[in-house]
């Protein structure tokens, strides 16, 4: 059970952070408003408390293995979102960073 609430926690960081990266690219590079950039800027402080809910209780582990789901979460939401058409080595790229993060966040551990 840790390791699902451990996944789910990672994709709403991810929902957070990457669309309120995404709208605050919106709202500024693509002129949608100011509107859109604080939405933006509320998604992230969100973003910034999610962590903490981790089971795990070390800060530098847990936000090394999320880069790994940013890496993939960031190419999924560019096709969702923008309609991006990753190539192979960008798949393959997520790929490795999904396995870092998986190594990293759940390997077995003698102790901590």
């Known amino acids: 059970m840790p390791i699902l609430r451990s996944a789910a926690l990672f994709v709403v960081a991810a929902l957070f952070e990457i669309g309120g990266a995404w709208l605050v690219w919106q709202g500024v590079r693509e002129h949608r408003g100011w509107l859109w950039a604080t939405g933006g800027v509320l998604a992230l402080g969100a973003y910034g408390f999610v962590a903490t809910f981790q089971p795990d209780a070390h800060f530098g582990r847990i936000l090394a293995a999320y880069g790994g789901i940013f ?40 102790g901590g």
């Open 71 to 110: 890496v993939a979460g960031s190419l999924l939401w560019g096709m969702v979102a923008d309609g991006y058409r990753p190539d192979r080595w960008d798949l393959a790229g997520a790929a490795v960073c999904l396995a870092g993060m998986a190594l990293i966040m759940w390997a077995p551990r003698n």
